[in-house]
């Protein structure tokens, strides 16, 4: 069942909302002329009517039970934001030239993740599109954006979106992210939306006020629970189904990333998850080609990936933080928090074998046993990175690793991302090691509520900071401290950086061994005294070695290598990366192979 306002043409639209728990509905159409129209009440709950000389762009709300004014839950545009009225939109109205896209194979994604507001010093979707010409030259296959459902004024991360099917306004609005999606097509990108099915925004969401779309019976970090499995859950999967569909369908989007699949409780006989990936593999059926779906799982659990036949929910792929905790305490020596369950090479190594690293092992932070062996699925399931919003914005003052650590070790970061078998996201700006913080952002209406996100967050890293106050999420200045400098791209130690990352990808492209490939085909020498790691890969008859030196001092090891001669193709340490100088030799030959690493290095051979 299709909810919000379904515009048909010819002035025709049709509104159906869910509200089962209401004796009377209407829709009240404001502008461009007033009208009152009793909706007819359906099965399970749902509310509809026809209406004919509606044009789009007509505001509207609903009238429940001669009670109370409310827009629609399923809004498709809120001009007003979020308190305001509701618009009708015509997506039929749209010129799109991306007619021979066939969209692309996870095998073939370089994921960048951008945050549209700080992106850019406009921070709306038009603005991207000139820079899209950047990202192809990087390297970069797929975009994806943070959420963009309409949230409370101008500036937020988007995880506080109150109406799930509403493009944001102070972004652009629907018109302007189809031409964003257009324009990335016709330039070979991908797009991913990250969507968020775990919780509602708390500021203009008035959806409580419809149905029972929360539930008492579980909690998350933020408050009660999406009902997923008690009564009248029907319409609350399908409130979130076809929004699934209809980011795919009228707005061309080509994969979406759930946030927090954690946080979404359903106990029943078949889990949400499972049933929007049967939902989505139809879609993808009808379309004749592939749709992809993608979550953020704390769980470390394999059930959220597994095929449907194997009882999994058939997500297609996921996040795996493990990759990034074990690389980001190794390179910056932190032990705070979750952090404190990792700081070992080993697990790193175990990273690049199996993903995830705890596979039912005892997790110190989590005081429990935690995960399951990820071995048997494929390395294209797993979507690794250096940094992502989460992992810099979480932070008191927002720093990125180029904050942490030296350049030494963002090369070596660079090249443990890109020459790993896994498919490798960027955050924003991480290709040329960005100066800016990226830090927490709202901009609600509701002062009490930004006042309680102030001390929340003044509470949250008090353990860590004391008495120092975080920067205000609410100021405009933390907003604008937020966005990206693009000239540093162009400049010194910056420029450096991107030649590099731009380097790796094309490795990864052009050189088989480098691309996602089998377990099999890829062996892991951890050497945890001297803080090396050796990674051997292969594809038929694309050999490569790959030497990463965590130490703080050279080091010198003696591989096991299949004969041949392994030429050494690039080195961190060389002058062209501002290093040192490399001790790698240029050719390594015989039985008696001695490697000698730079510290804070990586070195890549190719077999010939």
Partial sequence: MRVGANYQGNNHCQFVVWAPLREQVAVELIEPVHRMIPMQSQS???WQVQVEGIKPGTLYRYRLDDEVFRP???????PQDVHGLSAVIDHADFDWHDQSWQGLALEEWVIYELHVGTFTAMGTFAAIIPRLEDLVDLGITAIELMPVAQFPGDRNWGYDGAYPYAVQASYGGPTELKKLVDACHQRGIAVILDVVYNHFGPEGCYIEEFAPYWTDRYQTPWGRAVNFDGAHSDGVRNFFIENALYWLRDYHIDALRLDAVHAIYDFGAKHFLAELATAIASFSQEQGRRYYLIAESDLNDVQVIQPLEKRGYGIDAQWSDDFHHALHTILTGERTGYYEDFGHLQQLAKAYRSS???????SVHRQRFHGSDASSCPPVQFIVYTQNHDQIGNRMWGERLSHLVSFEKLKLAAGALLLSPYIPLLFMGEEYGEDAPFLYLISHTDSDLVQAVREGR????????????PPDAFSLETFQKSKLNWEQRQQGKHQVLLVLYRELIRLRRDIPALGIGDRAQLKVNCLEEQKILLIQRWHEASQVLIGLNF??????I??????????RHLDSSDS???GMGPLAPPVL???????SLVASSFVLYVLH
Avoid: I, T
Wanted: charged residues 20%; glycine residues 10%; aromatic residues 16%.
């Fill in 576 to 578: 062209q990366w501002l």
């Fill in 44 to 46: 399970r709950g749902y």
């Fill in 458 to 469: 003044q509470r949250e890293f008090a353990p860590f900071h004391g008495k120092d106050e």
């Fill in 589 to 595: 030959e015989g039985s008696e192979l001695n490697l």
């Fill in 72 to 78: 629609d839950p399923a809004s498709h545009s809120q």
């Fill in 558 to 567: 003696r591989p096991q290598l299949p004969p041949g001669l392994w030429h």
């Fill in 551 to 556: 130490g703080d001092r050279a080091a010198s």
């Fill in 356 to 362: 995830f690293v705890y596979s039912w092992q005892y």
